[in-house]
């Protein structure tokens, strides 16, 4: 599975951002697929997940400020940033995960400063 992941940039704070991953591959549908940040110096974090099915899974950090969506026949999985603070500054990882496997896009960095 490959990922691509966009859509991250600068942002004051309160603003919002959406970021989107497009994998590759017929089996997107089976997968869980999630969003992860890191700061430097600090470990990868689950910001949301959505498994198969379509339950979604959320950070206390970022709960009613974040919605995980996913679009099956565009094998997308986004995530909505809204009334971002300087806290959420960090790159995102998108994930997509299925039993043991697990991969991994490149980072998208977002930055929420004044």
């Known amino acids: 599975v490959q990922l691509q992941a966009s859509g991250g940039g600068a942002v004051q704070p309160g603003g919002s951002l959406r970021l989107s991953c497009v994998a590759s591959g017929s089996i997107f549908r089976f997968y869980t697929m999630g969003w992860y940040r890191q700061t430097p110096g600090r470990q990868r974090e689950l910001v949301a997940d959505?498994?198969?099915?379509?339950?979604?899974n959320y950070a206390d950090s970022v709960k009613g400020r974040f919605i995980i969506s996913r679009d099956y026949a565009k094998n997308t999985v986004n995530l909505q940033m809204n009334s971002l603070t300087p806290e959420d500054t960090a790159v995102y990882y998108c994930?997509?995960?299925?039993?043991?496997?697990?991969?991994w896009g490149q980072g998208t960095q977002v930055t929420v400063s004044s």
């Open positions: 994930l997509a995960k299925l039993g043991s496997s697990s991969f």
């Open positions: 959505i498994n198969s099915g379509g339950i979604t």
